[in-house]
Nanobody, 122 residues
């Protein structure tokens, strides 16, 4: 069973920083593309950042230059460093995995974490 567990959300003032973590299990992590999404109240879920198995990253225009996504295959984890936070960054942030399950037989696994709240407010 694939599990994604996010941590690191919280309340921060505008201009501040937060770092999110997502720990994955039940998946062949080195073969898994990972992403962070967010959903603000009343809005659709949107892609924030993604990282491929080879380490290539992509970012939404709204976070380019402020957010940095990374992965550690040894720890089966991805991270999202968020700097220069703005009130518009307030949302529930979700970790997403698109890869192969570690069970047998291996199957494509598309999974979501439970989400972690990020609130940017003075």
């Amino acid at each position: 069973q694939v599990q994604l567990v996010e941590s690191g959300g919280g309340l921060v003032q505008p201009g501040g920083s937060l770092s999110l973590s997502c720990a994955a299990s039940g998946i062949i992590f080195r073969l898994t593309n990972m992403a962070w999404y967010r959903q603000a109240p009343g809005k659709q879920r949107e892609l924030v950042a993604s990282i491929t198995t080879g380490g290539t990253t992509n970012y939404a225009d709204s976070v380019k230059g402020r957010f940095t996504m990374s992965r550690d295959n040894a720890k089966n984890a991805v991270y999202l460093q968020m700097d220069s936070l703005k009130p518009d960054d307030t949302a529930v942030y979700y970790c997403n995995a698109d890869g192969i399950s570690s069970g047998w037989p291996p199957n494509r696994a598309l999974s979501w974490g439970q989400g972690t709240q990020v609130t940017v407010s003075s």
